[in-house]
Every structure is written in structure tokens, then in C-alpha cells.
């Protein structure tokens, strides 16, 4: 499903019907050189295969700056929220089971998700649980650049 398919989830219901279904797909955005670099201030995290433009293209194996990342899975919430809305009173992100970075993303590059819902369980005060199955493409490789189970709670 695009990201300009027409979905909103309204309860528990709807989620349990998109087991298994095909995944949605985001919006592409920018992973900017500021993005970054804010990224870098909030982390304390200033390697110079991310800040260093000048010296990334010299010595790193990728050509130039890449984005952390935890940047890029940072985008996860966000991404998901903007192709997927939900009517609910309140979501929270509950955590991951597992996250691979498997390819890098360029600073100034484009990146989207591949959302497909894995699983749906109840959960105390009426809410759910749900493990999504999350692929963050790199427009221009063949490799995704991370793979992730991320795992969110939704009360509506």
C-alpha cells in the first residue's frame, strides 16, 4: 500500500486486519546535513564519519558523511504516524526485538518505510500491543538501510 492509500485505524479491529497484509509505504524524506548534526549535539555522538564531511570522503568506505543509525530508526515513530494514522487516545512506543543496520544512508539522501504489520495482542486498559515488521529504504540501493521488529501500544 502507498502512502497515499486511504487508512485510518479507529480500534483494535482494524490493526488485527492488516496481519499480514501488504505493507504500507511512506512518504520519501530527506535525511539532511543539519538533521544530522543535531542528531550528533542530542547524542553526544560526533564521529567524524558523520560530521566530517570533508574527511569521510577521504577515508571513510562510503564516499562521504552518513547519517548515525539510531537516526535513521529514530525516523520509525514518525514515518509510521504519518502513513498510518491512528484515531486513538494515546500510543507509545514499547520497544524493539530486533534491529539490523544493513546498509549506510548518505547524508542529503532520501529514505521511506515499509510497514507491515506483524502482530496484534491485547494488553491491559483496553489497549494494543503491536509488532510491526519495519524496512527504512535508501532511495538508490538495493539493500534496505535497517530492519527492525519495533513493538507499540495504541489506546483507543
Not at 520519501?28 to 564519519?49: C, G, K, P, Y
Not at 569521510?56 to 514518525?78: K, Y
Request: aromatic share 8%; hydrophobic share 45%.
Amino acid at each position: 500500500m502507498s502512502a497515499t492509500t486511504a487508512v485510518e485505524i479507529a480500534d483494535v479491529g482494524a490493526l488485527r486486519a492488516l496481519v499480514g497484509a501488504e505493507p504500507f509505504v511512506s512518504d520519501w524524506r530527506a535525511v539532511s546535513e543539519a538533521s544530522v548534526l543535531d542528531f550528533a549535539d542530542a547524542t553526544d555522538d560526533h564521529q567524524w564519519i558523520h560530521v566530517d564531511a570533508e574527511r569521510a570522503r577521504r577515508e571513510s568506505p562510503f564516499g562521504g558523511p552518513i547519517a548515525h543509525g539510531f537516526l535513521t530508526l529514530s525516523l520509525v515513530p514518525a514515518l509510521l504516524a504519518a502513513t498510518v494514522p491512528m484515531r486513538q487516545r494515546m500510543g507509545v512506543n514499547y520497544g524493539l526485538n530486533r534491529v539490523r543496520f544493513t546498509s549506510p544512508v548518505p547524508v542529503g539522501a532520501r529514505v521511506r518505510a515499509r510497514i507491515g504489520v506483524k502482530e496484534v495482542s491485547d494488553v491491559e486498559g483496553g489497549g494494543a500491543q503491536v509488532v510491526w515488521n519495519i524496512g527504512i529504504e535508501c532511495e538508490g540501493s538495493e539493500r534496505p538501510a535497517c530492519v527492525a521488529e519495533f513493538i507499540s501500544r495504541h489506546y483507543f
